[in-house]
């Protein structure tokens, strides 16, 4: 489990975005409805780090009441491309005082999935999709890792474990999965991801030649040293 917290029987994920979006003082300007998007997408991928399914999402939008219906078509793309119903979306706007810049914050909440359990050490571990963060998502859209092929393959048990990539890179993210190991990859193990554009996925070994097939695009096997 990554980052997700345990409430009960439910397991809570959440993710935000600040200054991105459609206001003019926004530092990177994009679509209301593609930075829901992406962060909802990072939450998703948070749920299946641990083995989880969302059945309940809150928005919090500090966007105004204009932005709503835009964040809420980009959680629903997320479901859409994993082939989903969405869950419920409930939350609340901030409409008291205007912002400068836009945010949200998406939560949710899901429960955990009966599947087969494999300790990190016993898979191979692959990346998918390249570090990029800010401009470079909207420039490289091709090199971020795609969720529908990736929520396919874990649940067709060809990925064993889903762990996102984040702000702090590959390395941390790896040394967080198997402590004092240093990542071996051609990729940039300290750059941001951003918004999870790299997934660490965790094959079983008889099941590599599947996945290869699964991801023919930016997939490297990774090797693992001592620091």
Known sequence: MRNAIKIGELFATT????????????????????????????????????????????????SGDAAWSRY????????????????????STESNMPTLQSGLSITMLGEQQKRTATKHEQLSWYTYGLPLV???????PEDVA??????QAWKEGIVQ???????????AEFTRLFSEQQVKSSLDVEKSAGPCAVVLLGI???????????????????????L
Request: proline letters at 8%.
């Open 15 to 62: 993710d935000n975005a600040a200054a991105i979006g459609e206001k003019p003082q926004d530092v990177v300007s994009a679509p209301d409805k593609l930075t829901a998007y992406f962060t909802a997408r990072v939450t998703f991928l948070e749920q299946l780090a641990a083995n989880a399914l969302p059945n309940h999402i809150l928005l919090a939008n500090f």
């Open 72 to 91: 809420v078509a980009g959680i629903q793309q997320v479901f859409d491309e994993a082939g989903l119903n969405c869950p419920p979306i409930d939350g």
């Open 134 to 140: 800010g401009n470079e998502i909207l420039a490289q």
């Open 146 to 151: 795609q969720l529908q092929p990736i929520f």
């Open 161 to 171: 474990q889903v762990w996102p990539v984040g702000s702090k890179g590959l390395q």
């Open 204 to 226: 079983q070994p008889e099941k590599e030649q599947l996945a290869q097939k699964n991801f023919p695009r930016n997939f490297e096997k990774l090797r693992k040293t001592a």
